[in-house]
């Protein structure tokens, strides 16, 4: 099971930090990172469900 945390912009990318709670652990990865084989198809497929919010800046960290 996965939570986005928050998302925000560096180097022109935009990267999504989220909280992996079956393994207790936070994973951060940029969008283009999706089709690398580094991320499970579970987390893959919980991005692409919520893409349109991240790519609408739902998520933006901003101070």
Same mark, same amino acid.
């Given at each position: 099971?996965? $939570?986005?945390?928050?998302? &925000? =912009? @560096?180097?022109?990318?935009?990267? #999504? #930090?989220? =909280?992996?709670?079956? #393994?207790?652990? *936070? %994973?951060? =990865? @940029?969008?283009?990172?999706?089709? $690398?084989?580094?991320? *499970?198809?579970?987390? $893959?497929?919980?991005? &692409?469900? %919520?893409?349109?919010?991240?790519? @609408?800046?739902?998520?933006?960290? @901003?101070?």
């Amino acid at each position: 099971m996965y $939570k986005i945390l928050y998302c &925000r =912009f @560096s180097g022109g990318q935009r990267l #999504v #930090v989220l =909280f992996d709670f079956l #393994v207790g652990q *936070t %994973i951060e =990865f @940029s969008l283009d990172e999706l089709e $690398k084989e580094e991320l *499970t198809e579970e987390l $893959k497929e919980y991005i &692409r469900g %919520i893409r349109e919010g991240i790519n @609408s800046g739902y998520y933006d960290y @901003s101070l």
